[in-house]
């Protein structure tokens, strides 16, 4: 007798932690394409700043 199982994982929705992280990734290969932007290096700054915010408030992991 076999038994048919079929697993399921329930995916939880992106948080804005994970969104910003994302987000910083892009950033810093922008910053990688083009090293001496200073507009696209402020960018990559200000997402790093937001997330560094964001992650601070969250409690911390135990």
């Known amino acids: ?3 048919d199982t079929t697993e399921t994982t329930a995916t939880a ?3 804005e932690a994970d969104a910003l ?5 892009e950033s810093l290969m ?3 394409g083009a090293p001496d932007d200073l507009d696209t ?6 997402v ?7 992650l601070a ?3 911390a992991a135990a």
Do not use: N, S, Y
Request: overall charge neutral.
């Open 41 to 46: 290096a402020r960018r990559a700054d200000d």
């Open 30 to 32: 922008g910053v990688i």
């Open 48 to 54: 790093l700043h937001t997330l560094d915010t964001r």
């Open 13 to 15: 929705a992106p948080t």
């Open 57 to 59: 408030a969250e409690p």
């Open 21 to 25: 992280k994302q987000q910083l990734v």
């Open 1 to 3: 007798m076999t038994t």
